[in-house]
């Protein structure tokens, strides 16, 4: 095979230590460093003493990163590679060979880069990603109220409609600071609550002890705080796509994309859509939301969807779910699929459309136009003509079709 570049380092990187192997006209040489900062500078200093031009490496959990922000500062090219890609041949499996065998690859031109986005854009997949986990995390606190709750009898959860709302804060703090009067606590109610007092007595009316009050105060607390992070998460954030506000308003216009999702959207995908992904097809397939190709002799197999950025995988997923009832062409486009596939099929074909109608308004600069809830009816009008008067006859009735007038 020809050599595509003659100057190549290959890197088998782990969280200790990263083998890497320099093949230039010279010759090889394979040296270990460790991932101490200063011992990765020398890395790099190596590196550069050999005049290598590329670098590759396997894309190992977050161990990558470190040395990807030296080479960007020093402008080597690098490629951080698919490590399924890259697989071994049987008996080369040492961190010497592994090192070696990317090296060689890299130097046929045989590698395909995996998409590393710039610094800025890094940065804010770390904000945006923590802020989800910490929004799930408060989920989960919230759980445990009512966890709480239930051990001790009260069925708070069965009169309102969420347990956090600002009237049942007032209450379950008054009730861990140790108020056991039941007119004091439903006089806590607020607004429209005000009407089921009554039912609200009956429902406070349980048997707490004192470690569950101490654990409804501490949980309370620890939602108080994740609060005030997830909000100063939102400022930082808004802060740094705040020069990106037309496109966030572009996403926000679909159906389910509210202002977080089209700002997780943007942390994941970039803010330069067409450079990234030429096509549609081909930001779809690598948000993995795209059946899988799995044929052989000529018999098609499980075309289960292929692993892509799991971030926003499960987030569209989750917006999926959540308009499956509304009155608009995804709410319809939900339903339809899940009378035929079910409700987990139907998710990923809405999520599918949801990037798809996401990449053409961001790179066409337009707002959503929904299609309506009859679309699919009005697509297939004459089928369904025919279907019904198929079905009137098989009945005994005659039936006389009238075009409607054009109004």
């Keep these: 095979m020809d050599i595509i570049i003659e100057r190549a380092c290959g890197m088998d990187v782990h969280k200790d230590n990263i083998t890497a192997c320099v ?28 005049k290598c031009t590329h670098v590759a490496m396997e894309s190992t959990g977050v161990y990558w990163k470190p040395i990807v922000n030296l080479l960007e500062a020093e402008d080597i090219e690098f490629l951080v590679v698919n490590a ?32 590393i986005p710039d610094r800025n854009q890094r940065e804010l997949r770390e904000l945006v990603r923590y802020r989800r986990s910490i929004i799930e995390e408060r989920a989960r606190q919230h759980n445990r109220i009512q966890k709480v709750l239930e051990g001790a009898n009260i069925k708070l959860g069965s009169v309102v409609s969420d347990v956090m709302g600002k009237s049942s804060r007032d209450m379950l703090r008054a009730i861990a600071e140790g108020e056991d009067d039941l007119e004091m606590l439903a006089n806590f109610a607020k607004g429209r609550m005000k009407q089921k007092k009554d039912e609200l007595k009956l429902a406070l009316h349980g048997y707490i002890n004192e470690h569950q009050r101490f654990m409804i105060k501490t949980v309370l607390n620890h939602i108080y705080f994740l609060t005030e992070q997830i909000d100063l998460l939102d400022q930082e954030v808004a802060d740094r796509l705040s020069i990106y506000q037309e496109d966030i308003d572009r996403l926000d216009s679909i159906p389910g994309i509210a202002r977080r999702m089209a700002e997780q959207m943007l942390a994941e995908l970039g803010t330069n859509i067409k450079e990234q992904f030429p096509t549609a097809a081909q930001m779809c397939s690598w948000a993995g939301l795209v059946p899988g190709s799995n044929e052989s002799a000529g018999k098609r197999k499980s075309s289960k969807t292929r692993n892509g950025n799991k971030y926003l995988k499960s987030a569209l997923i989750e917006t999926a779910h959540s308009i499956r009832g509304s009155k608009n062409y995804l709410g319809a486009l939900y339903r339809r699929t899940a009378a035929r596939k079910g409700k987990k099929r139907a998710a990923v074909v809405v999520a599918h459309a949801i990037l798809r109608i996401s990449y053409y308004l961001l790179t066409r600069k337009e707002m959503y136009v929904d299609l309506g809830e009859d679309y699919f009816d009005k697509q297939k009008q004459q089928s369904i003509v025919r279907h019904s008067l198929r079905r009137l006859e098989s009945l005994g009735y005659t039936v006389r079709l009238i075009e409607p007038e054009a109004s």
């Design 23 to 50: 093949i230039t006209p010279e010759g090889k040489e394979i040296k270990t460093f460790s991932t101490k900062t200063s011992f990765l500078i020398q890395l790099i200093d190596w590196i550069k003493e050999h």
């Design 84 to 115: 399924q890609h890259i697989k071994s041949v049987p008996g080369r499996k040492t961190d010497v060979k592994d090192a070696e065998w990317i090296a060689k690859l890299l130097r046929h031109g045989l590698l395909k880069a995996s998409f």
